[in-house]
T-cell receptor, first 118, second 111 residues
Framework: DAGVIQSPRHEVTEMGQEVTLRCKPI?????LFWYRQTMMRGLELLIY????????DSGMPEDRFSAKMPNASFSTLKIQPSEPRDSAVYFC????????????????FGPGTRLTVT | TQLLEQSPQFLSIQEGENLTVYCNSS?????LQWYRQEPGEGPVLLVT?????EVKKLKRLTFQFGDARKDSSLHITAAQPGDTGLYLC???????????FGKGTLLTVNP
């Protein structure tokens, strides 16, 4: 399996522009997570999906951020309009269903998208 | 809000030394995971601990989950330059699939 795929790997944009980050999860995984990582705040969960349905978006910082998962193999995170404080590395991760026995689950991370907003 | 505090924040040691890093919380977790992240890459899962007092070994790495399931430690024996990276702990609560991550310990092992 190719693992979680994210694109682009690097994005530089000007304040006010729209930014779209893309993610292809591992085939067969039921859960998809979007994280943001900065030096100051560490790794923060923004939103996660189960079977393409958003379950918890309480980590989305504000209305400028939106995420969609139109099908099991694709998700997007959009920032509109972007601001310099959005500069960070954005990770997508996917996870299989842990099973009815209540087993633990593993999250598989993509390589991330480094976003710089000037 | 559940918080995980990791210490130390930075650690620089020589090859061959032993080290321990810590992950502490005031909250109880149903399971705790350790990840390692290398520059320019995403975190990679090392281990999951579930039972209070559990000890797991992965080659030179030993992971322990506290009896009360509020804290964990990672011990590395005879560290090697390949161990360099950011070590993150992450806690899960109940059936909630959300993970709470600590800010990590950045380990540098010098040859």
């Amino acid at each position: 399996d190719a693992g979680v795929i994210q694109s682009p790997r690097h994005e530089v944009t000007e304040m006010g522009q729209e930014v779209t980050l893309r993610c292809k999860p591992i085939s067969g995984h039921d859960y998809l997570f979007w994280y943001r990582q900065t030096m100051m705040r560490g790794l923060e969960l923004l939103i996660y999906f189960n079977n393409n349905v958003p379950i918890d978006d309480s980590g989305m910082p504000e209305d400028r951020f939106s995420a969609k998962m139109p099908n099991a193999s694709f998700s997007t995170l959009k920032i509109q309009p972007s601001e310099p404080r959005d500069s960070a590395v954005y990770f997508c991760a996917s996870s299989p269903y842990p099973g009815l026995a209540g087993g633990t689950y593993e999250q598989y991370f993509g390589p991330g998208t480094r976003l710089t907003v000037t | 809000t559940q918080l995980l505090e990791q210490s130390p924040q930075f650690l620089s040691i020589q090859e061959g030394e032993n080290l321990t890093v810590y992950c502490n919380s005031s909250s109880v977790f149903s399971s705790l995971q350790w990840y390692r992240q290398e520059p320019g890459e995403g975190p990679v899962l090392l281990v999951t601990v579930v039972t209070g007092g559990e000890v797991k070994k992965l080659k030179r790495l030993t992971f322990q989950f506290g009896d009360a399931r509020k804290d964990s430690s990672l011990h590395i024996t005879a560290a090697q330059p390949g161990d360099t990276g950011l070590y993150l702990c992450a806690g899960a609560s109940g059936s909630n699939y959300k993970l709470t991550f600590g800010k990590g310990t950045l380990l540098t092992v010098n040859p």
